[in-house]
């Protein structure tokens, strides 16, 4: 008798201890879905760090990872490598990605802007003005194919002389010591190359032709299509808190993890950040057509058929 109660209070325990470590009836919860997300320092990641950084993601379910990059290409070789999920690009990279056998989906906007400044005492007032000048730009990317566009409407195709320079702090730098004499730069880049002294001369934001998208693997789509619907709902909460707070309640959060100058303090605005959506097709295939052209992909890309 004694033995068959010690057995039975063992089992009782293993039960117990069993319970407790399932979550059924109230144990350990399942882990958080984790989405790893690769960003560049720039205005439109600011919803993702907002979400972050105020547990918008958290309170909607999901972990969210935001990798911070100062170059594509280290972004796409991370990518490549398997360690995003997802990234916030251009439409110009998806078409690569695709051509390069990447199936990466174009699974929303984002919002920003992209603008061209002259360098102190260049004495240049218009993108006409630019015509033989140089201009620093990242290759093969929205910002190249901004350039192309504003020349373009300018009369001046072809004679602007780019010099690449991927990495955007070095851009500012070369424009800030005059071996530029201009840049295409995102926010919050431009606004700082304003504040010290260069000129605004264009400028291309989300009511424009804003080509940058937020885009996740097929793979990640399929795997983790729950933890995706609900970045896109803590996305869209968080651009909301953006869109109805003033600045001064989290633009500690936005300098310093999107990379504004503590000078800019005070001084910052941010474009108004829609509610997730897909672009429009038009502008998509207009995109992929001029990476045609310049030779980025070789065979062209059902439109259709990179959206998730």
Same mark, same amino acid.
């Given at each position: 008798?004694?033995?068959?109660? @010690?057995?039975? &209070?063992?089992?009782?325990?293993?039960?117990?201890?069993?319970?407790?470590?399932?979550?059924?009836? *109230?144990? /350990?919860?399942?882990? &958080?879905?984790?989405? &790893?997300?690769?960003? !560049?320092?720039?205005?439109?990641?600011?919803?993702?760090?907002?979400?972050?950084?105020?547990?918008?993601?958290?309170?909607?379910?999901?972990?969210?990872?935001?990798?911070?990059?100062?170059?594509?290409?280290?972004?796409?070789?991370?990518?490549?490598?398997?360690?995003?999920? *997802?990234?916030?690009?251009? =439409?110009?990279?998806?078409?690569?990605?695709?051509?390069?056998?990447?199936? !990466?989906r174009i699974s929303g906007i984002t919002d920003g802007m992209f603008t061209l400044v002259a360098g102190k005492d260049t004495g240049i007032n218009s993108v006409a003005? $630019?015509?033989?000048?140089?201009?620093?730009?990242?290759?093969? &990317?929205? @910002?190249? +194919? /901004?350039?192309?566009?504003?020349?373009?409407?300018? *009369?001046?195709?072809?004679?602007?002389?780019?010099?690449?320079?991927?990495?955007?702090?070095?851009?500012?730098?070369?424009?800030?010591? *005059?071996?530029?004499?201009?840049?295409?730069?995102?926010?919050?880049?431009?606004?700082a190359a304003i504040l010290a002294g260069s000129k605004e001369i264009a400028t291309v934001d989300s009511t424009g032709q804003y080509i940058s998208v937020i885009a996740f693997s097929a793979k990640a789509l399929k795997d983790k299509a729950v933890? @995706?619907?609900?970045?896109?709902?803590?996305?869209? =909460?968080?651009?909301?808190?953006?869109? /109805?707070?003033?600045?001064?309640? +989290?633009?500690?959060?936005? @300098?310093?993890?999107?990379? +504004?100058?503590?000078? !800019?303090?005070?001084?910052?605005?941010?474009?108004?950040?829609?509610?997730?959506?897909?672009?429009?097709?038009?502008?998509?295939?207009?995109? $992929?057509?001029?990476?045609?052209?310049?030779?980025?992909? /070789?065979?062209?890309?059902?439109?259709?058929?990179?959206?998730?």
């Amino acid at each position: 008798m004694k033995k068959s109660i @010690i057995i039975l &209070t063992v089992l009782a325990m293993v039960f117990s201890l069993a319970s407790c470590g399932t979550g059924i009836g *109230g144990g /350990t919860e399942e882990p &958080t879905p984790q989405l &790893t997300i690769g960003v !560049m320092g720039s205005v439109d990641a600011v919803p993702l760090a907002i979400a972050q950084e105020k547990g918008i993601f958290s309170s909607n379910g999901v972990n969210v990872q935001v990798e911070i990059f100062k170059a594509a290409k280290d972004r796409d070789a991370a990518l490549e490598a398997g360690l995003l999920d *997802g990234v916030i690009c251009d =439409e110009i990279a998806i078409a690569i990605y695709q051509n390069a056998g990447l199936d !990466m989906r174009i699974s929303g906007i984002t919002d920003g802007m992209f603008t061209l400044v002259a360098g102190k005492d260049t004495g240049i007032n218009s993108v006409a003005d $630019f015509a033989g000048e140089k201009v620093a730009i990242s290759e093969n &990317t929205v @910002i190249e +194919y /901004t350039l192309d566009k504003l020349a373009k409407e300018a *009369g001046i195709s072809g004679q602007i002389d780019k010099v690449i320079v991927p990495p955007m702090p070095a851009r500012m730098e070369m424009l800030g010591s *005059g071996q530029v004499d201009g840049a295409l730069l995102p926010n919050p880049f431009s606004d700082a190359a304003i504040l010290a002294g260069s000129k605004e001369i264009a400028t291309v934001d989300s009511t424009g032709q804003y080509i940058s998208v937020i885009a996740f693997s097929a793979k990640a789509l399929k795997d983790k299509a729950v933890p @995706i619907e609900q970045f896109f709902k803590a996305y869209d =909460e968080s651009a909301d808190y953006i869109n /109805t707070t003033p600045v001064s309640e +989290y633009e500690d959060i936005i @300098i310093s993890f999107v990379g +504004y100058p503590e000078a !800019m303090k005070g001084n910052i605005v941010l474009p108004f950040f829609r509610s997730n959506a897909l672009p429009p097709k038009s502008d998509v295939e207009e995109v $992929f057509q001029w990476a045609m052209d310049k030779g980025l992909i /070789t065979e062209e890309i059902n439109v259709d058929s990179v959206f998730r």
